[in-house]
C-alpha cells in the first residue's frame, strides 16, 4: 500500500468499491438489515456506563470509519468523515436474560441512516440474572468480521482506562480507513489490475452459472439486500477438531483448504455438479498498516471448485490448495468489477456470479470484563446459502446460512449433517475414495421454474361487489389502511378483510356502516365466514331490508333479563367474585379542563341510556332476574386532593353496587395537583367494552358541544335472540376437549375462586411480526384473535397438554341500531386449539381459524346452555368450563379533551390467565394477566416468553410442529 496514493488530510473522499456495494444495497432495499452486524455481549461484572461511554468515545475517534457518512455526489458515492462524538448509550433494566436476548435481536434488525453517519449503536441491560449485558451494532460498511477484533480490543483497553480516570495507551494508527479507499479506487485503474480481471473473468467463464441444491424451491433469487434468511448451527465434535489440525499438517494443507475441500464435495453431493463456482468471503488486508484498523475491506472472492468422486479426499484437498493459492492472489480484484466482466463475456445482462458463500473465521475470543461475544442472527441472508466456519480455540462449528425463499429447513439441516459426516469420515480415512462417502448425488440439472405470481383482474364487480368494496375502503381508511384514487377499484373480489388490516370490531363498524348507509341489517357471523367483498356482497344481497328505526321501547315494566344478565346477577351474589365484575374505565383529562362542564356531560350521558338506570331484582316465582329502566339516572361526583389519591381511586373503581336499589354505574371525577382523572365504573350487568366507547364519545362531544347524539337505544330493542338449537353444535364441537388442562399453577386452587390480577406483556419482534402476519394472515386469512389463541396453546403445550378451550367475548351488536345502543350484548364463546396428532404451524392456524368461524356461526348458542351440558359438576374455585380467555385489541383512540387511558388499580380477571392481543400502528404487544394467587410473576413471564418464543418459531419455520 503505497503512501504516495494517501489522502492529504482531507475529510470528503471517495467511498472504497466494496462500501459503494453496500450501500447500493441499502438505498435499493430501504430498511433492510441484510448488513447489520450485532455484537452481543455478556458481562461478568456490573456496566459503568459513564466509563463506557469514555471507551466509546475514544473507539470512534481512533477509528474514522465508525464516524462517516455517505452522499452520492454527481455519481459519486463519497464518505464524509464526521467529528469524534460517542453514540448515545441506552439503558434498560432487564427483565428476565430471554427478554433480553430478544429484545437485542429485535433492535439488531433496525436499520441505519447512512446519510448521517449513524453507523453505530449502543443498548446496555442492566440487572439480568446472568450479569449486564452489552449490545453493540454496526453497519458492514464500517466493519468487517476481521475488524471485531481491533474493534472490541480497543473498546477493553479505553473501558480499563476510563476505570482508572486515565486516557488509554495505546499506539497510533498509521492510516484511517479513507486512505485505503483512496489507494483502492487508484489501485482498481490500474493496467495490471484490468488486465488481471480480463483475464480472471475468462478463467471463470466455464464454471459460471447458478449452483441447485436438491431441494431448491425453484423461486428466483432476490437482489441482497430483500433476502429472508436463518441460521442453523452444527458443532464437530471435539474428536474431530482435533484430527482436523492434524490432517492439516499431513496435507500441508491450511485448515480453509481442508474445510473448502469438505464444501466442494458436500455441494457435489446435493447438486450433482462437478464444476462450480463457490465466493470464499476474505479479509483483503494485504499491508501490515491494516492489520488493526477497523474498515470493511472483505470481498469475495470465487474459487473453482472442480470435484470427482472417485478420488480420494486427500486428493481433493490437494486440488483445492491449488486453487486456493490461484484464486486468493486475486483478491484485490473487486467482486462487482468481476462480475461485470464475466456478465460481459457471457453476453448477459446483470446476473449473480456466486449463490453459494464460503468464509473461514476466527471470531473474537472472550475478555476478562465479557464473554466471548455472539453475533445476533439479523433474520437475512447475503447468499442462496452460506458456510460459516467458526474456530474459536479447539471449537469448530459449522454455521449455514440460507435464502428461506430458496431452501428449506429440511434442505439445510440435510447439508450441514453431511458436511459435519463427510468430514468425521474423511478426517478418519482421507485416502478413501469420496463415493464412499457420499453415495450417489441426486440429478439435480435446474429448479423448477417458479410459478408466475396469479395476476387477479380488478374489474368488473358486480354492482353488490362495489358497494361491498366501498365498504371495505371507507372503514379501513379510517382504521388506518388507506387506498389510492376512490379506494375500491383496487379492491378485486376475493380481497380479504383480514387480510388487509382489518379485526373483529372493525367488522362491526363497517356492518354498522351498512347499516347506515343502505338500511340492511347484517350478521356479523355471516360477513366473518367469508371475509371478502364478495362475501360481504352476498350478505349484503341476502339481507333483510329494514329501513325504520327500531321500535321505541316504553319503560313500562319489569324485563327478563338476558341470559348474559342473569348469570352476572349470580355471580353478583358471590363476594369473592364481585369487583370481577365491574368495568371500570379511568382517563386522564388534558390541562385546563373545565370540572363543572365536565360533571354536566358526564351527567347528560349518563341520564341518556336506559340501560345505565336499570335496576334488577328476583322474581322469585318465576324465578328468573328481571330489571328496570325507569329508575333515578347516577349523579357524578367531583373530588378535589383526596388524603390519599390512590386508595380513593381504588375504593371507587372495587366498591360493589346494589343492583336492587342503586343505578349500575358512577362517576367520580379525581381533582389532583398536577392532573384531572375521570372514573366511570359500570356494572358489567349493563354495559360491555363496545359501550364503554360510545360512552367516552358522548361525554366528549357534550363537553365540547360540537356534535348532535344519537338517539339513545333502549336494549331490548336491540337484544339479541338466543338459539337453544345451536347449543348442540356447540358441544359436539367442543366435546372430547379437557375442561381442567394442565397449567403450570404454583399453588393449588383455594375453594373460592381468586380474581386479584397482574400483568406481564411483551412485544413481538418487527421481522418475526411481519413474517408472521404474512403467513398467518396473508397466506392463511387468519386475524390478530386466531393468531394469539394460536400462540397461547402452543405456549401452554410445552406444559404436557395437547388440546385446551380458550373463552372469548363475542359483541353480540347483530340488529339493527344495536351499533349505537349501551347495554350487555356479548356472549361468551369458546374457541378449541387442538394440537393433538402434531399438526405443523400452518395446520394448527388453519384449525383454529376454521374453529373460531365454527364458533361465530353459533354465536347465538347461550353460554350457561353449553356450560351446563358440559361442565355441570363444576365448584366455586375456577371458572366454569375453562380457566384460559383470549381477545383482541386496538390501542384506544381518545377523543379530546381525554388524553390516556389508566390501568384500574387494584385489577381484577374473571378467568386465571387471560391473553390480550393489543394492535397499534404496524405493532403488536401481548398482554398476559394472571392470578397471583396461583402463579408467581416468574411463571407467568416464562409462559409469555414462551409464546413470543412461539411467535418465532411459526414465523420462521411456519412448516414444522409447535
Known sequence: MSTELLRRGERVVVASAGQERLWLIEETSQGTATYNVPVFLTWRERIDVVALESALEFVVERHEALRTAYELRDGRLLQIVCDPQAPPIEVIEAESTARVRAE?????????????????????????????????VVHHIAVDGWSLGPLLDDLAVAYDAALRGERPSVDGLPVQYADFAVWDRAMARTPDIQRALQERSGQLLESSGELLLDGCSGRPAVDEGGRRGRQRDFPVPPEVSARVGQLSLSLRATPFVLW?????????????????????????????????????????????????????????????????????????????????????????????????????????????????????????????????????????????????????????????????????????????????????????????????????????????????????????????????????????????????????????????????????????????????????????????????????VVDDGPRPATSAQQRFWLLDRMPWLRPAYLSPTVVELADGTDHEA??????????????????FTLDRKERRVQYRTDGAPAVTTITRSPNDPPEHLARTCTTPFDLAEEAPVRADILCLDDRTLLALVPHHIVVDGWSAGILLDQIATVYRQDGDLAEPVHPAAVAEPVDAHRVQAVVERLRGAPLDPPLPHDRPRGELQSTRAATVSARIGDDHLRRLRQVAVDELGCSTFVIAATLMGAALARGGGRDFLLAFPWSGRESTGAADAVGMFVNTLVVRVDLTGEPTWRELLARVRDDAQAAYRDATAPYDAVVETLHPTRDLGRPPLTPLYVTSAKEPDLPAPFVRQLAPDPLFIKYELELTAIESGDDLELELAYAPALFDEH?????????VAAAADLSEHPDSQP
Not at 441512516?113 to 453505530?120: E, I, N, Q, R
Open 104 to 136: 437485542a435481536v429485535r433492535r439488531g434488525r433496525e436499520p441505519f441512516d447512512l446519510a448521517k453517519g449513524t453507523v453505530l449503536r449502543c443498548v446496555v441491560w442492566r440487572g439480568s440474572p446472568d450479569g449486564d449485558a452489552l449490545l453493540l
Open 260 to 552: 473448502f475441500a469438505a464444501v466442494q464435495a458436500t455441494l457435489y453431493r446435493w447438486s450433482g455438479r462437478r464444476d462450480f463456482l463457490v465466493g470464499a468471503v476474505t479479509a483483503n488486508r494485504s499491508h501490515p498498516m491494516l492489520e488493526r484498523l477497523v474498515g470493511f475491506f472483505a470481498n469475495t472472492v470465487p474459487l473453482r471448485c472442480a470435484v470427482d468422486p472417485e478420488r480420494s479426499f486427500a486428493e481433493l484437498c490437494r486440488n483445492a490448495r491449488a486453487e486456493a493459492f490461484r484464486s486468493l492472489s486475486h483478491q484485490k480484484l473487486p467482486f462487482d468489477q468481476l462480475t461485470t466482466a464475466v456478465n460481459a463475456a457471457r453476453g448477459t445482462g446483470r446476473s449473480a456470479l456466486i449463490n453459494v458463500g464460503f468464509v473461514h473465521q476466527a471470531p473474537p475470543t472472550g475478555h476478562h470484563r465479557w464473554d466471548p461475544p455472539a453475533e445476533l442472527p439479523t433474520g437475512t441472508a447475503k447468499f442462496d446459502l452460506m458456510v460459516i466456519i467458526n474456530e474459536v480455540g479447539d471449537d469448530l462449528t459449522v454455521t449455514i446460512e440460507y435464502d428461506t425463499d430458496r431452501y428449506s429447513d429440511d434442505a439445510c439441516d440435510r447439508f450441514g449433517r453431511t458436511l459435519v459426516e463427510l468430514l468425521t469420515a474423511a478426517v478418519g480415512d482421507p485416502d478413501r475414495p469420496l463415493t464412499e462417502f457420499l453415495g450417489e448425488p441426486p440429478a439435480v440439472q435446474g429448479a423448477a421454474p417458479a410459478p408466475a405470481p396469479r395476476k387477479r383482474e380488478n374489474a368488473p364487480l358486480t354492482e353488490e361487489q362495489r358497494r361491498a368494496a366501498e365498504l371495505f375502503a371507507a372503514v379501513l381508511s379510517g382504521g388506518g389502511r388507506h387506498f389510492g384514487g376512490g379506494g375500491s377499484h383496487e379492491l378485486t373480489a376475493d380481497a380479504n378483510f383480514f387480510v388487509l388490516g382489518g379485526h373483529s370490531l372493525l367488522a362491526v363498524s363497517m356492518l354498522a356502516e351498512a347499516e347506515r348507509r343502505y338500511g340492511v341489517e347484517l350478521s356479523p357471523r355471516v360477513f366473518l365466514a367469508d371475509p371478502t367483498v364478495a362475501g360481504l356482497a352476498q350478505a349484503l344481497t341476502a339481507a333483510e331490508v329494514r329501513r325504520d328505526a327500531p321500535a321505541a
Open 598 to 615: 365536565l360533571r354536566r356531560a358526564v351527567d347528560t350521558v349518563l341520564a341518556r341510556h336506559p340501560a345505565l338506570r336499570s335496576r
Open 939 to 947: 411463571t407467568a413471564r416464562g409462559l409469555l416468553d414462551a409464546m
